[in-house]
């Protein structure tokens, strides 16, 4: 019966690496259920901080289920031996605490790097006359209960001018070049995700926040469109909280602002005004 | 021995209703936890069918509730079906589980004491609990909108009547758990019996300190928040709420969740660290070998703790706190996954060249090792805040949690109560029926729980109602889209296999989450059966060593018939000089093993 329980543990790493690889080798029944397409320029470094990650811990997961697995399988009772009488091993415990230490110091120390870039270094230009300043955002992304509204910066490039105009839903974003959006709560929590550009926030109401990414046209499959999900809790129409993300090339991206701008203009200006 | 001596005869409301005696109000725990065990299960089950079956009517209560949707329940109700669940299974069911039924029946008998220090007290946390599971019952029975803000009830969304029963209910668990710590902390420090020092006691009761601790200090910071959110609710303060439409706060919502995962975080460790405890009594006994590592155990706890009061952030990482201090916080959430890899190494010496008997809370103990690896080695991924970005909010967190709590600190405590059940009530639990209640949980368990990561990784995000409404949006195709998208151009929705796949391993997920309630029943039977039917246990069926085996099974008022005294460790297992392979804490001392003893003089 021991050897029976040691195989049902043992099963456990087996199988739960089994899964892992199925999901990203896209071997059925689990096809399409690893990460989601990575259409972004720092999605990448994401990506293999997760794949380096679980490559450790899989290998851990492994080498500890076959040692509780080997443990019961060999030592299965019997009342003419006694157990090995030890109280524990210092050198063991020295070694076991530094090994994994270095380990889990080396994972931040690696991530850190690109939590930088991606949460604390907003992107910068540079000014006609030689200085830097925040880069403005091309988008203020507006949620509320249950829907995204998208105010765009239309041809000036400039959020709050009379040239804005709002989409339901849908956000059409230029390819290939680092944009910045604003991002603000009207009423409760909500989460803005884009599983696709790995881009995750939170919107506080009360609170103006930036995220910043950069669309790349070759990760991109033609003719798509991504989707939106809100991923904080904000009340029963939580899931139905859908936008739909339209890459599109910068000269695709000046024709919808020009269309925009004509169909819109007069409305949009008794928008901006009335906020 | 206090007051056991010259007791007064008590009538049978004093005896089994407001007793005074530590193992009846640990009883009392331990009976209103598991049937809040079962109501807690039974939400999840009913949330599960709806991720399965979305929108199509809700076996048993559907009919009742929502006669005129057909038995459909609405988005609102499966919000306020896991608010529920977790609310019930963190706050009714594991803390007072651990704390409440293990804390208080085992802490007196194994340091050799006769009650808590202080019985009323014991007493009051056991009745206060009451008053909480009322205003629980009111807020989920509140008519228009019940709690379906989730367990963290961030503001400005958690509001209205049911707010304010569920903060008033969760205050009462807290005072409920504060004084119990305070009797725990005081027992384990001035009621230990000769012999017994701090580094003699057995880990469970190092993990009860160490947990009492922390319910100590993180507890006040959460009333405090509790009651500012009540007033924010009830009396219109502006703590927590912003300066909005909806109301004239001129609060900060971050604020609240700051002091909410400040208890909250060390509560996952108040959550699991007597489980650990115990598991390593259970397993060292069962192994008949000496604890690996004693120490380094107890420094590991105490090291979980500390770290514990500085992680809490991690659950912030995208909230629109200052990324800074998501960089300072994933340091020192990825450290506290050391003291936790230190555990599982020593659980695994301590199996390894043992003598193993593999009976049902052994089997138990070890799947909690097993598990436990997982949820722990989960969590490093989401500790990383860059890792974090993606899984935040996804089924990552909800397998990771579920690893650590059901598949860990549950296991545990079915581990714990197959063990101290002969102690408790004098018989023991059937084995066949116990491995086979086993078995079938240990399977349907990961079925349930393991899916999960992939769907996290996948991107799907938690506390969605059903993940229909976008599967129907493409099946509804490109014309709607090309109707909506401005600028006339034929797209296609590109995550449309994604959501096949989702669908399908929800429906596997719910089949194993029903086989695993339904599993319970074999737990049931065993459980009430062997108390009246079981076969009787003398003081010490498991051959263990610590001092709760030396008293009569069940133990009278008092506990000991004699006052022990303490002469070794709790692990004297498999001695090379000793006759048996177990020697208890209060055997005579041998000779010539001056070498084996690893505390003080007695």
């Known amino acids: 019966m021991n050897r029976f329980w040691s195989i049902l543990f043992f099963l456990v790493p087996i199988l739960g690496v089994g899964i892992c690889l199925m ?82 110091i080396g994972i931040f120390v690696f991530q850190a790097v690109y939590w930088e870039k991606q949460k604390i270094n907003q992107p910068v230009v540079t000014l006609a006359d030689g200085t830097t300043a925040m880069q403005q955002p091309i988008v203020k992304v507006v949620a509320r209960k249950f829907g995204w509204r998208f105010w765009y910066a239309g041809l000036d490039g400039e959020l709050g001018t009379p040239d804005d105009f709002v989409l339901e839903n849908e956000l059409h974003l230029p390819m290939d070049e680092p944009l910045v959006v604003q991002l603000e709560s009207e009423d409760v929590l909500h989460s803005f995700f884009l599983r696709n550009l790995r881009i995750k926030q939170d919107l506080v109401p009360g609170k103006k926040q930036f995220a910043w990414f950069t669309i790349v046209s070759e990760k991109i499959e033609k003719d798509k469109v991504y989707d939106i999900l809100c991923a904080e809790l904000c009340g029963w129409g939580h899931a139905r909280m859908n936008g739909r993300l339209y890459p599109k090339t910068k000269s695709e991206f000046q024709e919808f602002l020009k269309l925009n701008d004509l169909k819109q203009n007069g409305f949009a200006m008794n928008e901006a005004e009335e906020k | 021995m206090t007051e056991s001596a010259d007791h007064p005869k008590q009538s049978f409301i004093w005896k089994y209703v407001f007793s005074r005696d530590h193992k009846v ?34 076996p048993f209560f559907g009919k009742e509730l929502f006669a005129t949707e057909g038995g459909q329940i609405s988005p609102d109700f499966y919000n306020m079906l896991f608010t529920m669940h977790a609310s019930i299974m963190i706050f009714f069911v594991i803390i007072p589980i651990l704390a409440g039924a293990f804390g208080n029946i085992l802490i007196p008998l194994m340091i050799g004491a006769d009650d808590m220090a202080f019985p009323t007290l014991n007493m009051l946390s056991y009745w206060v609990m009451w008053p909480a599971f009322v205003f629980m019952g009111l807020s989920f029975a509140t008519p228009t909108f019940g709690p379906a803000f989730g367990w963290t009830a961030n503001p400005p969304m958690a509001e209205g009547p049911a707010l304010t029963y569920w903060l008033l209910g969760l205050i009462c668990v807290g005072i409920s758990s504060m004084m119990g710590s305070v009797n725990y902390l005081t027992t384990i420090i001035q009621m230990r019996a000769p012999g017994m020092t701090m580094f003699r006691m057995p880990m469970t009761i190092w993990g009860m300190f160490v947990t009492a601790i922390l319910q100590a200090f993180a507890l006040p910071v959460l009333t405090a928040a509790l009651c500012m959110q009540l007033a924010d609710n009830a009396f219109g303060t502006g703590f927590f709420r912003p300066e909005s439409a909806a109301s004239s706060g001129g609060g900060e919502p971050l604020m609240w969740q700051h002091l909410f995962w400040f208890y909250s975080h060390p509560a996952v460790y108040i959550m699991i ?62 450290l506290i996954a050391l003291p936790s890899a230190i ?22 103990a070890i799947s909690f090792v097993s598990m436990f690896v997982i949820g722990g080695l989960s969590g490093i991924p989401i500790a990383s805040p860059l890792i974090d970005i993606p899984l935040h909010d996804t089924y990552f967190i909800v397998a990771h949690i579920h690893y ?64 229909q409404s976008l599967k129907q949006q493409i099946e509804a195709g490109a014309s709607q889209l090309e109707l909506t998208a401005s600028d006339g151009v034929n797209k296609v929705f590109v995550m449309a296999k994604d959501y096949e796949q989702i669908m399908w391993i929800n429906e596997f997920i719910t089949y194993c989450a029903i086989g695993m309630g339904v599993v319970q029943i074999f737990f049931v039977l065993n459980f009430f059966g062997c108390i009246f039917f079981g076969k009787r246990a003398g003081r010490n069926p498991w051959e263990s060593n610590t001092l709760e085996w030396t008293t009569p099974s069940p133990p009278g008022h008092g506990n000991f018939d004699f006052q022990p005294v303490v002469h070794r460790g709790p692990y004297e297992y498999s001695h090379p000089d000793a006759e048996k392979d177990f020697l208890m804490q209060t055997d005579p001392p041998l000779e010539a093993t001056s070498q084996a003893e690893s505390g003080g003089e007695p």
């Open chain 2, 25 to 58: 109000i640990g009883t009392q725990f331990l009976f209103s936890t598991l049937i809040w065990f079962a109501v807690g299960g039974a939400l999840a089950i009913a949330l599960r069918i709806q991720l399965a079956w979305p929108w199509t009517s809700m």
């Open chain 2, 343 to 364: 555990k599982v190494f020593n659980w695994l010496g301590t199996l390894w060249n043992g003598n193993l008997r593999l009976t049902t809370p052994m089997l138990f």
């Open chain 2, 404 to 467: 650590v709590l059901f598949a860990g600190t549950v296991m545990g405590v079915f581990a714990g109560i197959y063990f101290w059940f002969p102690k408790i009530f004098g018989r023991m639990m059937n084995e066949t029926l116990g491995k086979i209640h086993f078995f079938l949980t240990f399977v349907f368990m990961n079925g349930t729980f393991f899916l999960m990561h992939v769907l996290g990784w996948m991107g799907v995000p938690r506390r969605y109602a059903s993940f």
């Open chain 2, 273 to 334: 660290l007597p489980a650990m405890g115990m598991v390593s009594d259970i397993l060292s006994c069962f192994a008949r070998k000496p604890l690996f590592g004693y120490k380094p155990m107890i420094f590991s706890i105490s090291g979980i703790a500390g770290l514990g009061f500085i992680v809490w952030g991690h659950h912030m990482f995208v909230s629109g706190m200052n990324p800074w201090l998501g960089t300072t916080f994933g340091l020192s959430t990825i």
């Open chain 1, 23 to 104: 999901s990203a080798l896209g071997i059925p029944p689990l096809e399409h259920t690893w990460l989601p397409a990575d259409i972004s320029k720092s999605g990448a470094d994401i990506d293999f901080a997760f794949n380096m990650v679980m490559w450790i811990i899989g290998i851990v997961f492994v080498g500890t289920g076959l040692v509780l697995a080997m443990s019961m399988w060999s030592y299965s009772f019997s009342f003419d031996r006694k157990a090995t009488y030890s109280h524990g091993n210092t050198k063991l415990e020295i070694i076991w605490s530094i090994i994994p230490g270095f380990i889990l």
